[in-house]
């Protein structure tokens, strides 16, 4: 009989403690890998809509740069605006390889009940941009094809009421090419709100990123439409060679205009990564303590299990077992009890990544499109791993302490 039969029979000798000392490790496993899955998310999350985003720099008027990223991210916008010179200005830089102008604006949209009655009103992105340079700077962008968005195109140079509309916002308003699209607006400066038609040209496929609840427009319609004329709300820009020496001197340059901050994404990529560092330091301090409450459990259930089996110890002693196999033998009670309970609560994160990442997402409204939980093959064997070899550790009291019995005393205490 192998060492692993002989503790596997040991450990079921008392089902319901076994049972309690495992499933404890599971949830210190579980919450472990729900945390790892989600500092591994969360980045990939972040990056992949900054990617999205399809430049490397903004510029924007001055203000909090956080706060502008994360409306752009949610397809929002800002309070301030920098004037449309600056795009002027900066376009001549050597070092830019693509820039594009973008002014973003919200409209409402009164909502219908089913009878045809007024419901609540929801509120519409509406996206100025030129549509070359945006273009270039988003290449992946596509139009949707097949019945009802035949003929799709983006709108014509001149056009002054054509929208294409992004996947997500197209199908909640149930609009294809050649559907009419009303919103209200209220131009700036008035309080007069105006309602304006605009015909659908296009859809975009779905793309995963904040262009899917966006409606795009001309931009010097945008501009017109909301009375800021002369006005953007972002500049994106996509440097020949993006690294920070060229964003220093990138920055040196375009500071001397009074109205205007230059951003880079990577350092708004760090201000979003920072701002849950508090809430990621507490949810691993939590895994820390369900960690140590698990290990006191794996070794209390061990210990009592070497207490009720002390005269079997000494009987296995008397009839030529050593103390390393002792030792041995309740290693592997250990080791099995902290594999048992590692792998089921690795997989049953694995299968709860989805909610977890619903719970998550409750919490943290940052607008990004991507999972904020992304378990992989790696993390749920370095969760394995980490638990077996805690339990090695956990091991050695109570192993040291069966295999530290001397034969006779050990027969007589458990009689």
Partial sequence: MTYATF???????????????????????????????????????????????????????????????????????????????????????????????????????????????????????????????????????????????????????????????????????????????????????????????????GVLERTGSQDDGTVFLPLHVAQQLFARDGELTIIGIKLREFNAIRMREFEGRWLKIPEVQVVSLEQVKGALVSLVGTAQTMVAAVALIAILVAVIGVVNSILMSVHERTGEIGVLKAVGANRAQIFRLVWFETLLICLAGAIPGSLFAAGAARLTDAALRAVLNIGVSQSLVRITPELLGIAILGAVILGLFAGIWPAGRAASLRPVAAIRSGE
């Avoid at 019945?147 to 001149?158: E, L, Q, T, V």
């Fill in 7 to 201: 503790a596997w029979r040991n450990l079921t000798r008392r089902p319901v403690r076994t049972t309690l000392t495992a499933g404890g490790v599971a949830l210190a496993v579980a919450v472990a890998v729900s945390l790892g899955g989600f500092n591994l998310g969360y980045r990939n999350a972040i990056s992949g809509s900054i990617e999205q985003l399809g430049f490397q720099v903004m510029v924007m008027a001055k203000g909090c740069p956080y706060e502008a990223a994360t409306l752009m991210l949610k397809g929002g916008t800002g309070l301030i605006y920098l004037p449309e010179d600056a795009h002027e200005q900066i376009r001549t830089d050597p070092d830019i390889a693509e820039i594009t102008p973008i002014f973003i604006g919200i409209a409402e949209k009164q909502g219908f009940a089913l009878d045809g009655s007024p419901a609540a009103s929801s509120f519409a992105i509406l996206t100025g941009v030129d549509t070359p340079s945006f273009l270039a700077m988003k290449p992946w962008l596509q139009l949707k094809t097949g019945r009802g968005y035949d003929g799709g195109r983006w709108f014509a140079p001149g056009a002054t009421n054509e929208i294409v509309m992004g996947y997500e916002v197209a199908e909640y308003e149930q609009r294809k090419v050649g559907d009419t699209f009303y919103a209200t607006i209220v131009p700036h400066g008035s309080v007069e709100p105006r309602q304006h038609a605009f015909t659908v040209v």
